[in-house]
T-cell receptor, first 111, second 116 residues
Framework: DAKTTQPPSMDCAEGRAANLPCNHS???????VYWYRQIHSQGPQYIIH???NNETNEMASLIITEDRKSSTLILPHATLRDTAVYYC????????????FGKGTKLSVKP | EAGVTQFPSHSVIEKGQTVTLRCDPI?????LYWYRRVMGKEIKFLLH????????ESGMPNNRFLAERTGGTYSTLKVQPAELEDSGVYFC??????????????FGEGSRLTVL
């Protein structure tokens, strides 16, 4: 599976958009990009996933570059409750359960 | 609809004792996964059930760990005998997606295990 690279930490002001980058330069054509987050010590929470096209749901937007070597997770209006560790994971669809979490990005949303 | 539930939320045992963790997946989810985060480390995959069958157990650390899912409903993860390095949080997740589909995993809140 392709490896991902994320910054270890980021800050964001409450109410502003949080843009979390992820590099996955070795991604294969059949690999999806998934984003999960872990708030404090709770169980990981699914956010969004995509293959080629940009995706949007009620939580976030996922922007994938045309060459698919990087992506950005966008939280449009970050709140204090969005403070969490965010994980970018690349995985083939047929084995999407064996997720490799890595270290993720610690996002701190500040008042 | 109830989410993935795990029991106990926290267990404290002594080295050499046995502990059994239980996971109840979301009703109707054929796929059930166990993950764990030991102290200071990343969240790691342990194994994957499809109904009652083990689909992938490549992440199981050693033969002190035994996972079962009799009847394809709830699952148990037994650690016998427990060692100090087993301390951590054990997460269970479930998913309705077929093997070749991409989709989300629904995680429980985890069972914290402390081995003294």
């Amino acid at each position: 599976d392709a490896k991902t690279t994320q910054p270890p930490s980021m800050d964001c002001a409450e109410g502003r958009a949080a843009n979390l980058p992820c590099n996955h330069s070795t991604i294969s054509g059949n690999e999806y990009v998934y984003w999960y987050r872990q708030i404090h010590s709770q169980g990981p929470q699914y956010i969004i996933h995509g293959l080629k096209n940009n995706e949007t749901n009620e939580m976030a937007s996922l922007i994938i570059t045309e060459d698919r070597k990087s992506s950005t997770l966008i939280l449009p209006h970050a709140t204090l409750r969005d403070t969490a560790v965010y994980y970018c994971i690349v995985r083939v669809g047929r084995s999407q359960g064996n997720l490799i979490f890595g270290k993720g990005t610690k996002l701190s949303v500040k008042p | 609809e109830a989410g993935v539930t795990q029991f106990p939320s926290h267990s404290v045992i002594e080295k050499g004792q046995t502990v059994t963790l239980r996971c109840d997946p979301i009703s109707g989810h054929d796929n059930l996964y166990w993950y764990r985060r030991v102290m200071g480390k990343e969240i790691k995959f342990l194994l994957h059930f499809v109904k009652e069958s083990k689909q992938d157990e490549s992440g199981m650390p050693n033969n002190r760990f035994l996972a079962e899912r009799t009847g394809g409903t709830y699952s148990t993860l037994k650690v016998q005998p427990a060692e100090l390095e087993d301390s951590g949080v054990y997460f269970c997740a479930s998913s309705p997606h077929r093997d070749r589909e991409a989709g989300e995993l629904f995680f429980g809140e985890g069972s914290r295990l402390t081995v003294l």
